[in-house]
């Protein structure tokens, strides 16, 4: 009975239930998110495993960028201030792809800069702490021209037992995160 319930419930999830407003705006998924540690730009560590309980974004980002990491940033932050995210508890945990110019200096000036709500940590390390996160979440991260760094761009939206539910590509919206937070929650 509790086998066939989950596959209903992820049958549900994942095939929108006929349009009834039950289906993801992003693209869904159903796998363990991996796990890792890093410190933010305070020195606190921070863990994926330790912030079960709650939803978590987990995206990949660098200060120095011109384009597109400081409007996800704004996106997600935008999405930390619903009633939803607060309902379900919601943290953004932003990874450095630039560990060279990502100090605690330069992250601590973008979360100003962009006035990021404390439930987005902006995590950094050294190439070698990095790296690993990178690899586990496929992301590629090379030095681009004039101090770019060229990388993947998305966002996962993991939900408190610690499975990745929901992709998001670099154009994510706040409604669409607002949404997808409103249905798995029910």
């Keep these: 009975m509790k086998a066939a319930l989950v596959f209903l419930t992820v049958a549900l999830l994942a095939g929108g239930c006929g349009g009834g407003g039950t ?4 693209t869904a998924l159903s796998s363990p998110a991996p796990s890792f540690t890093l410190r933010d730009q305070t020195g606190a560590s921070v ?22 990491c400081p409007v996800i940033a704004g ?3 935008s999405v930390l201030q619903t009633a939803v995210a607060r309902r379900a508890g919601l943290r953004v945990l932003a990874v450095s792809v630039d560990p060279k110019r990502d100090t605690p200096a330069a992250v601590d000036r973008f979360v100003r800069e962009h006035r990021l709500v404390p439930s987005f940590r902006y995590l950094i390390g050294t190439r070698a702490q990095l790296r690993p996160v990178w ?20 966002e996962l939206l993991i939900d408190p037992h610690g499975r990745e ?3 998001y590509d670099a154009k ?6 607002v949404h997808d937070l409103g249905v798995l929650l029910g």
């Design 165 to 167: 539910r929901v992709l």
């Design 23 to 26: 289906s993801l705006d992003g």
């Design 172 to 177: 994510v919206t706040e409604a669409a995160v």
């Design 135 to 154: 690899s586990s979440f496929h992301i590629a991260s090379t030095p681009g021209p004039d101090g770019t760094v060229s990388h993947s761009s998305f």
């Design 47 to 68: 863990s994926l495993a330790a912030e079960r309980g709650r939803y978590v974004i987990v995206t990949f980002l660098y200060t120095h960028c011109p384009d597109v």
């Design 75 to 77: 996106t997600l932050n």
